[in-house]
């Protein structure tokens, strides 16, 4: 007797649903799973009949095949197992056949009992989408999904569960909705603990309230990573839309499985020696990077200048797009990328070229060490800006503290609240990510602050990209000010964040 049960499995990001058709044919006994299944999937043969024996489920000696369909589809990941087991027990006469708006996810340990499964959230979703209103799945995957109200929930720990209620589903109790509660951004430090850096900290509000990549350039020691470190204590909290995104791209990394939703903006800081499949995505089971999962939130990348050329010149195209698309010989695949890079570099190889301390780097090595960094890589970064070295006298004197980071954050928050109103009737990304012609539309210049923008263009050779960052820099410091038209002083703040390469 052929069975059908519904199942899902995810191709980077994308659900898709998967048809398991079970039957038995005449033939030497034999286990089969066919329709592009990876090793993984093949793998789970011996972990399904392992668990449907240590269930008391006695096995027939049949041929016995297992079909995925869709069959000219790459199945990966273990989100099939519970399916495929559910298939078997409707061909044995076990359980009942399950109805055709119940998807069912998880995977199989030996003895039965269920595990979470990487991409729950993504697969519940789609559930609706697929004309699914039941979905069975592991209890440890309720963290990251109970909040859904799209579809019923029905939790299970194994697969006994399933087996005591002969298929009924409707005997296994619903998960009753959980309110998702966001939360403020964590960080331990707070920009008031930051001594000195006026600068430094004015460039970073300025970055933070346009979503403007930015990069820090400093001897050691001056306290670059604790600024970047405080960045995330200004970024207003996640929507709840933003929380559901930045959750379904960890969730297909293995990251919530016992974590649960994104509550908080991430903070990524990979190693310098992280490769460009690290940053950007891949591998065969398309993955997403680092520059992913810091989406809306901040990527730090520390030691800017040793991480790998490849690496920093895979960055190019999602810092402007703020999308990736990772293709391999598996599939292709796309993810969002919407984050703010915070990037931090020496000076030189020594670190104390223009600062207080002498210099022991040649100009040929200093040279060198500028140049790890592409002219067009920088060019798509819109705030540059110079760390120096706070005075021990500075140090040890300093008792008041500064501008804590709430009254900052409120600024922010009040400057993209303008930025996403402007931005409302258009389709464009918000928080300033228009292209050229967007930004000529809704950034107005004065007269004499768009004469001081084409004279400084002239005279520092910017590119037409570099024009349309100043641009947008100045739109932020405007909009950080609640002025509605961009002024000469505007313009002139914006253009000292640019590389001195460029003038």
Known sequence: MLTRVLSAT????????IEVEVDAIQGTPQFIIIGLASKAVDEA????????????????????????????????????????????????????????????????SLDGELKPVRGCLPLVLAAKEFGMTEVILPTANLPEVGFLESVTLRPIRNLRQLLDVGGNITKLTPHP????????????????????????????????AGNHNIHLVGPPGAGKSMLAQA???????????????????????????QAGVVITRPFRAPHHTTTAVGLTGGSTQLLPGEISLAHHGVLFLDEFPEFSRTALEALRQPLETKMVTITRSTGTTQYPA??????A????????????KPCRCTLRERDRYQNKLSGPLLDRIDVHVRVGAVSHKQLATTTKPGECSKKIRERVAAARKIQRNRLAKTSATTNGDLDGKETKQYCRLRDDAKDILVLAGEKLGLSARSHFKVLK?????????AESVITTEHITEALQYRPEQNG
């Open 10 to 17: 995810l191709i980077g990001l994308k659900p898709q649903l």
């Open 231 to 257: 960045a995330i204590s200004i970024l207003p909290p996640l929507s709840l839309d933003e929380s559901i995104a930045v959750t379904m791209i960890h969730s297909v990394a293995g990251l919530t499985t």
């Open 177 to 208: 909705t959980q309110p998702l509660k966001l939360a403020k951004n964590k960080t331990n430090t707070d920009f008031a603990s930051i001594i000195g850096q006026v600068a430094a900290k004015r460039a970073l509000e300025i970055a933070v």
């Open 338 to 343: 919407n984050c703010m890079l915070i990037a």
């Open 473 to 481: 820099v100045a739109q932020t410091i405007a909009d950080l000010t």
């Open 345 to 356: 570099s020496n000076p030189c190889l020594c670190g104390y070229w223009g600062s207080s």
């Open 45 to 108: 043969k011996e972990r399904i009949t392992a668990a449907l024996l240590n269930c008391g489920v006695r096995i027939k000696a049949r041929r016995t095949i297992v079909n995925l369909a869709p069959a000219d589809l790459q199945k990966s990941g273990s989100t099939l197992e519970l399916a495929i087991a559910a298939g078997l027990l409707q061909l044995y006469g076990e359980i009942a056949p399950l109805p055709d708006n119940c998807l069912l996810v998880g995977e199989l």
